[in-house]
Nanobody, 134 residues
Framework: VQLQASGGGLVQPGGSLTLSCAASQFRSGYTLEDYGIGWFRQGPEKAREGIAYITRRGDNTHYSDSVKGRFTVSRDNAKSTVYLQMNGLKPEDTAVYSC????????????????????????WGQGTLVTVSS
């Protein structure tokens, strides 16, 4: 599967932005529903951070403390797209945001682990830059 994140841009503090992660070129017999999807970000001079995870069918999600209550991850498997709705943006949210796909067995890992452990992901999309500034 190939992933492409989009929707980044410049936004003022307190503003909102929605990122999209479009999936394509699946292996034969696979669809987006075969993958858990994580959102990661990397700010200037910061380590990559897992911020959100959504299960294969979208029936469960998990967020980092840094975005909980402000960001919402959702997916439309029929459209092969995952979304990240970001509200109440802060300057510290400035980063390159990337989506990634994992085939990791969902019962083998906790949601917090799936959210933060980038080694569980083997498909990464090109990131999209979000800049929060006045």
């Amino acid at each position: 599967v190939q992933l492409q994140a989009s929707g980044g841009g410049l936004v003022q503090p307190g503003g909102s932005l929605t990122l999209s992660c479009a999936a394509s070129q699946f292996r034969s017999g696979y669809t987006l529903e075969d993958y858990g999807i994580g959102w990661f970000r990397q700010g200037p001079e910061k380590a990559r951070e897992g911020i959100a995870y959504i299960t294969r069918r979208g029936d469960n999600t998990h967020y980092s403390d840094s975005v909980k209550g402000r960001f919402t991850v959702s997916r439309d498997n029929a459209k092969s797209t995952v979304y990240l709705q970001m509200n109440g943006l802060k300057p510290e949210d400035t980063a390159v945001y990337s989506c990634a796909a994992t085939n990791a067995p969902p019962d083998a890992f906790t949601l917090p682990t799936l959210m933060r452990d980038s080694t569980l992901y083997d498909r990464w999309g090109q990131g999209t830059l979000v800049t929060v500034s006045s």
